[in-house]
């Protein structure tokens, strides 16, 4: 039976982890092994932003609801379940856009709101 060597699947697998860690520092963009851990550590902690990011996105959106709210006398919990009550059906993302680029539309919102 003839001998493999592989040599060029090997070539191309270390050419593309070599690429993933580029910009790594130390080590960890030139040394084989150090660079396989720091690729594999490096996907693990992109999975798991992925999902953080949307928790981050939704407290940094409430922070600006609420700084929005307090200066037209409410605070947000109260707006909140004032906005659930009366049934107007905006998410966060859209009220936080709203109190930041159209002030005028906001303090409506709030207003109808307070009724």
Same mark, same amino acid.
């Given at each position: 039976?003839?001998? +493999?060597?592989?040599g060029l699947g090997h070539l191309k697998k270390r050419k593309n982890l070599m690429k993933r860690v580029k910009g790594f520092g130390d080590g960890r963009?030139?040394?084989?092994?150090?660079?396989?851990?720091?690729?594999?550590?490096? $996907?693990?902690?992109?999975?798991?932003?992925?999902?953080?990011? %949307?928790?981050?996105?939704?407290?940094?959106?409430?922070?600006?609801?609420?700084?929005?709210?307090?200066?037209? $006398?409410?605070?947000? #919990?109260?707006? &909140? $379940?004032?906005?659930?009550?009366?049934?107007?059906?905006?998410?966060? %993302? +859209?009220?936080?856009?709203?109190?930041?680029?159209?002030?005028?539309?906001?303090? #409506? &919102? +709030?207003?109808?709101?307070?009724?």
């Amino acid at each position: 039976m003839p001998r +493999v060597k592989r040599g060029l699947g090997h070539l191309k697998k270390r050419k593309n982890l070599m690429k993933r860690v580029k910009g790594f520092g130390d080590g960890r963009k030139k040394l084989i092994k150090q660079a396989k851990t720091a690729d594999t550590k490096a $996907g693990a902690h992109a999975y798991r932003d992925r999902r953080v990011k %949307k928790r981050d996105m939704r407290r940094l959106w409430q922070i600006k609801i609420n700084a929005a709210v307090r200066e037209l $006398g409410l605070n947000y #919990s109260t707006f &909140i $379940g004032a906005l659930k009550k009366h049934e107007i059906k905006l998410d966060r %993302k +859209v009220l936080a856009e709203i109190a930041n680029k159209e002030p005028k539309v906001f303090t #409506s &919102i +709030v207003e109808a709101v307070k009724k």
